[in-house]
Structure formats: C-alpha cells, structure tokens
C-alpha cells in the first residue's frame, strides 16, 4: 500500500494558484517527499521534493508541516497544460528506487 | 542535456511472442529502473539496475527480465507474452541508486499484445 494519501481529483481555474495536499502521517525522519505528475499515456515527470524546509523550484513550491505529516503542492499559477495526474511519494534517502511506491495520484483538471 | 529516451515508443505482438524494450538512460545516471503502468494496477516496479547489476525485483513472473550494460543503457525482455502484457512500460533513470537523488522518466513504451 501507498504511504500516502491524496485527494482523487481537483478542479482548478486557469491563471489561479492550484493546491494540492497529501497526507503522509506515517512519514519516517529520513524520508523525503516527492511530487511527480503525468500527463495522458507519457512518463511521470518530476516537479519538486523536500525532506523538512519548503522547496521552490521554477515548477512549484512545496510546503511540508512542521510535524512532516502532510504537505501541499502548489502551482502557482495553471494552465492548461498542468493538467495531469499528480502523485505524492514518500522515500527515504537509503532505499534503492525500486521500493518507490505510486499511488493513485491526484487527477487535476485546469479549466478555461 | 538529453533525456530518458525509450524505443520503440510503440509496439504490437502478438501472445505467445516475446519483446526487447531499450532505454537509455540520462547521460551519467547510472542507475535505471523499469516499471509497468496498466489501468488496473497502476505503476508497478519491474527491476533496477545499478552498474550493470540488479538490485532490485518487483514481483513479477520470471518471463520478465532485464539486463543493463557497461554504457548503463538498459534492456527488458518479455518472453512467451501474455494479453496481460499490454501496457506502458517506463524506464527510470538517476545518477545514484538511493540518497537524495531524483528518479527522471522517459517517455515510455506502449506495448499491446493482441
């Protein structure tokens, strides 16, 4: 099972800022969280991690409570084009990739 | 720098046949992983590589294999194919196996076993 646990859709209006949360109350002090998302039928692309501070990057900015139980992604201003499924994952630093678990992400439609 | 790139993008068979799907990797990762995406079961973990040796290996029937090479390009092979089969397979690829490291995608192989 996935370690965590994200709404299963969310509309968002276009040019405004899109939040998107996850819950990973169960979240280990060596594990960061990543955010990737998915447009139809082509691979996961790579937004933003952190492990306690929030993260800005040119894509969004990622925002973990102070007790690491939940984060939210933003998308500061969307477009047409963020539309995609966007998945939470927590790993810790010592394990191989291969133990990355996908859930089954968030669908984010962004409307004219 | 260049990406993840996956080949063929596309591809048909038939069951019983078997495939090779070849990705190569960003320049310098040489780690790779290879997972299956269906509708029913989402994203599952096939196996990775790290320096031409596996690390790891999802729960998935020996007729899924893969190997990696001295370059790190990496190959997975699906023999005596199944309808099942029928999905996109994606490569991974990162500079390290584990650490604060970020995992790329390609663009993916869509397989359909008729």
């Known amino acids: 099972d996935a370690k965590t646990t994200q709404p299963p859709s969310m509309d968002c209006a276009e040019g405004r800022a899109a939040n998107l949360p996850c819950n990973h109350s169960t979240i280990s002090g060596n594990e960061y969280v990543y955010w990737y998302r998915q447009i139809h039928s082509q691979g996961p692309q790579y937004i933003i991690h952190?492990?306690?501070n929030n993260e800005t990057n040119e894509m969004a900015s990622l925002i973990i409570t102070e007790d690491r139980k939940s984060s939210t992604l933003i998308l500061p201003h969307a477009t047409l084009r963020d539309t995609a499924v966007y998945y939470c994952?927590?790993?810790?630093?010592?394990?191989?990739?291969?133990?990355?678990?996908f859930g089954a992400g968030t669908q984010v439609v962004v409307t004219p | 720098k260049a990406g993840v790139t996956q080949t063929p993008r596309y591809l048909i068979k038939t069951r019983g046949q078997q495939v090779t799907l070849s990705c190569s990797p960003i320049s310098g990762h040489r780690s790779v992983s290879w997972y299956q995406q269906t509708p029913g079961q989402g994203l599952q973990f096939l196996f990775e590589?790290?320096?031409?040796?596996?690390?790891n290996k999802g729960n998935f029937p020996g007729r899924f294999s893969g190997r990696q090479f001295s370059n790190s390009r990496s190959e997975m092979n699906v023999s005596t194919l199944e309808l099942g089969d029928s999905a996109l397979y994606l490569c991974?690829?990162?500079?390290?196996?584990?650490?604060?490291?970020?995992?790329?995608f390609g663009p993916g192989t869509r397989l359909l076993v008729l």
């Open positions: 991974a690829s990162s500079l390290w196996a584990s650490g604060d490291e970020t995992q790329y």
């Open positions: 952190g492990l306690k």
């Open positions: 590589y790290f320096s031409e040796t596996q690390r």
């Open positions: 994952i927590v790993r810790p630093a010592t394990d191989s990739w291969g133990k990355l678990q």
